[in-house]
């Protein structure tokens, strides 16, 4: 019997002395940065929606315009820096495209007198002042700034009265800062490398 008592405590303390297999390391792969899971163009929906609570204007044939939107902090200087140089622009083409499917007399200001020939493309578009039409014939228009937060772009857009400067609407909307890119400085797009921030 005490040899079996030995036997059990030593087979015990065996037990206590093993030590458990240290966990194998798993690899974590922290997870890409990815862009905004709506496009600009939904986002900008908002702002159609909230300019266009307004009644009378397509009634009497109301004709919009829409421009650029720029920075709050500088609205002479140009346009946002960094990753929105795109963002005023197609901001407004958005605006465009959303104001003509709702049924308003949208008017392109921007259309030249003639068409313009290139190397391989045509243009009836242009900013040169001097071959846009002397009278544009614009009742309201359609302006805005953007502000940077850390995480989104807070866009204001305001609907105006031409003829005595009054907003007759105003909207809001918050669009993220990896709609149009991720919020990576750098990044790779078709084997070419662009710097969103130096």
Avoid at 62 to 79: C, M, P, V, Y
Wanted: with cysteine.
């Amino acid at each position: 019997m005490q040899y079996l008592l030995l036997i059990l405590s030593v087979l015990l303390t065996g037990c206590q002395l093993v030590e458990e297999p240290a966990p194998k390391h798993v690899a974590y792969m922290a997870p890409a940065k990815t862009m905004s899971p709506y496009t600009l163009h939904e986002y900008v929906s908002s702002l159609s929606v909230q300019l266009s609570n307004i009644t009378g204007m397509r009634k009497n044939n109301a004709r919009i315009a829409i421009t650029s939107f720029f920075d709050a902090q500088a609205l002479n200087s140009g346009l946002v820096d960094q990753q929105a140089v795109g963002l005023s622009q197609q901001i407004q083409e958005s605006l465009l495209t959303q104001f003509t499917q709702l049924g308003y007399h949208t008017i392109e200001h921007r259309l030249d007198g003639h068409i313009t020939l290139l190397d391989n493309a045509e243009s009836i578009l242009s900013r040169d002042v001097n071959t846009l039409r002397l009278r544009q014939n614009i009742d309201f228009v359609v302006t805005g700034t953007l502000t940077q937060q850390q995480h989104a772009y807070i866009v204001n857009a305001r609907l105006i009265n031409m003829q005595d400067g009054r907003i007759v609407s105003a909207a809001t909307t918050e669009i993220p800062i990896n709609t149009m890119w991720t919020d990576e400085k750098v990044q790779q797009r078709d084997g070419l490398i662009y710097r969103t921030e130096y």
